[in-house]
């Protein structure tokens, strides 16, 4: 399976999890399923289809795990709250949690 993100500079491929630590480990196989059959692993929603380009995580320095839009801005969001930004050991994020960032910071919040 070929996914690109459109801030990737490489394709998915399962192996990227290794970078984001050891907690995923307790959740890769839901992460890996989750991209497979087209749900965001951050928040469950919807991946865009082709043509159309996912995002990608700014948890790996590839950025190539597939995320849709609303959670590509709630990682900008973690980020200016001075967060870290979610592991993926913490996915999914909770959709509260990303409705109070994106109220906090409403110039983000289009798309």
């Known amino acids: 399976m070929t996914i690109r993100t459109i801030s990737g500079t490489r394709d998915w ?7 984001t630590g050891r ?3 307790l959740n890769a196989e839901l992460i890996i399923d989750d991209i497979k059959n087209g749900r965001c692993p951050r928040c469950w929603g919807p991946l865009p289809a082709p043509p159309k380009l996912p995002a990608g995580s700014r948890i790996t320095s590839c950025r190539s ?3 849709c839009a609303s959670c590509a801005r709630d990682e900008i969001n ?7 930004i979610s592991t993926a050991g913490t996915w999914p994020v909770p959709e509260e949690q990303i409705e109070d960032r994106r109220q906090r910071h409403p110039n983000w919040a289009r798309g």
């Open 13 to 19: 491929h399962p192996s990227v999890l290794a970078e």
């Open 23 to 25: 907690s995923v480990a």
């Open 65 to 67: 795990i597939p995320i």
């Open 78 to 84: 973690e980020a200016l709250d001075g967060l870290s």
